[in-house]
């Protein structure tokens, strides 16, 4: 089936430092998007990406869909203790009439404060 | 914004009961989802709906059952809840191809 591997898998950053992360996929999508859980809660959509090659921002986060539409990375500017917890990518194909999302393992994001 | 909202946080129950979780999502979403999460093991997808009254299984359908009687509520049972469906469980709707929308999550524990 299909797979996405998800990079890093934690990370331990300084405040104020900027975090890169990527999925990669020996499948093509149709669709990327990132997802962030914090603890005991459900996973929160942060960006969706819908055409390859497509860059997004959401305030300090930037996310982009790979022209090969097997890849996408997250980026976060100037980290901030709030953006501790663990964040996942998902790849969506879809056809006929619904679709299924396919997760990465997702990268554990710990600030130093 | 959508909202998809779980009947309960935090759930307890012993083994051999019927479970029921509830899920609904306000947006007239057609696509509806169960997923449960597990260290080490991340999400994975139980049953999903992409209609009323329809259902399809998912990566891990053993031991659950799903009803959707109306577009807006999803429900997930355990027929006979065992220790080893101790999870978090996540609900999930979309529109067809578009961003999916999470619940905060169930934590089931069986006892």
């Known amino acids: 089936g299909q797979q996405l591997n998800q990079s890093p898998q934690s990370m331990f950053i300084q405040e104020g430092e900027d975090v890169s992360m990527n999925c990669t996929s020996s499948?093509?999508?149709?669709?990327w998007l990132w997802y962030k859980q914090d603890p005991g809660e459900g996973p929160v959509l942060l960006i969706a990406?819908?055409?390859?090659?497509e860059l997004t921002s959401n305030g300090r986060l930037t996310a982009q869909f790979g022209i090969t539409r097997k890849d996408s990375f997250l980026n976060i500017s100037a980290s901030i203790p709030s953006d501790v917890g663990i964040y996942f990518c998902a790849g969506l194909n879809y056809g006929g009439s619904q679709g299924n999302l396919i997760f990465g393992k997702g990268t554990k994001l710990s600030v130093k404060p | 914004d959508v909202k998809v909202t779980q009947s309960s946080r935090y759930l307890v129950k012993r083994t051999g009961e019927k479970v029921f979780l509830e899920c609904v999502q306000d947006m007239d979403h057609e696509n509806m989802f169960w997923y449960r999460q597990d260290p080490g093991l991340g999400l994975r997808l139980i049953y999903f709906?992409?209609?009323?009254?329809?259902?399809e299984k998912g990566d891990i359908p053993e031991g659950y059952s799903v009803s959707r009687e109306k577009k807006e509520r999803f429900s997930l049972i355990l027929e006979s809840a065992s220790t080893n469906q101790t999870s978090m469980y996540l609900c999930?709707?979309?529109?067809?191809?578009?961003?999916?929308?999470f619940g905060s999550g169930t934590r089931l524990t069986v006892v």
């Open positions: 499948s093509i999508f149709n669709t």
């Open positions: 990406l819908y055409k390859a090659g």
């Open positions: 999930a709707s979309s529109t067809t191809g578009r961003r999916y929308t």
């Open positions: 709906s992409y209609d009323v009254k329809m259902k």
